[in-house]
């Protein structure tokens, strides 16, 4: 048996109705906010770069070039994490998170009641607008939500023409354009410029031992 805990990516054999997902998410699209407050683009040392040296240049010193994100389930009582930013905050594995009563998306709550999850934490929509650029970053630096045994899965509603790129030990990979796949972001990743909107949800929580029947091991990396 396959030991999801340990994947960086795998693609799950999980299926669903991209055109159906998407009526859902569309509505929301006015509703979301800047995935980040600090800007993505900074002069750090990367170990790869999705934007060209033009594009770095304009982008630096903003975040209005990158993620937008809502999330779709809260904590009561944190205004915060209504955005379904990345920040380790909105990565509390302990707290109660439950779906938002403002937000009506019968369609993604039926997806994610199908996956094999012990218990569900943010629930968040991460969107491209079509000529943006999702800058590369690394998740969870602190480990809080990883060492805490969270994972995510992500169902990829529209890929806005581009793939999910990363590095891991010194290698560039590209994930294929897989409708659910298994991602742990804490290594580099990034997404080139998007001429369409790039739309997914991520869904974190502790998986079900279920999980590991739908990991397809052909396409999958340990960490
Ligand atoms: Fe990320």
Redesign the pocket.
């Known amino acids: 048996m396959i030991d999801v805990q340990s994947l960086r990516f795998a693609r799950l054999k999980f299926d669903f109705d991209r055109e159906r997902a998407m009526k859902e998410i569309v509505p929301l699209l006015p509703l979301m906010d800047w995935a980040k407050s600090a800007p993505y683009f900074k002069s750090v040392v990367l170990p790869f770069t999705v934007a060209s040296a033009e594009e770095e240049r304009a982008y630096a010193g903003s975040n209005y070039f990158s993620w937008k994100t809502i999330g779709l389930t809260h904590i009561p009582g944190v205004e915060t994490s209504k955005l379904g930013r990345?920040s380790s905050r909105n990565r509390n594995v302990i707290a109660q998170w439950q779906w938002r009563e403002d937000i009506v998306v019968p369609y993604l709550k039926e997806l994610v009641a199908a996956l094999p999850f012990e218990s569900i934490q943010s629930i968040r929509v991460i969107a491209l607008f079509p000529g943006h650029v999702g800058g590369v970053?690394h998740?969870d630096t602190l480990g809080m939500f990883y060492n805490a045994g969270a994972r995510s899965v992500t169902l990829n509603i529209s890929d806005g023409g581009q793939r999910l790129e990363f590095m891991q030990h010194g290698q560039h990979y590209t994930l294929s354009n897989y409708p659910a796949f298994i991602f742990r972001?804490d290594c580099y990743?990034g997404v080139r410029k998007v001429d369409s909107l790039r739309a997914q949800l991520r869904i974190n929580g502790l998986f079900a031992p279920g999980m590991a029947d739908l990991v397809d091991q052909k396409a999958s990396l340990a960490v």
Do not use: I, K, M, T
């Open positions: 990345s970053h998740d972001d990743h």
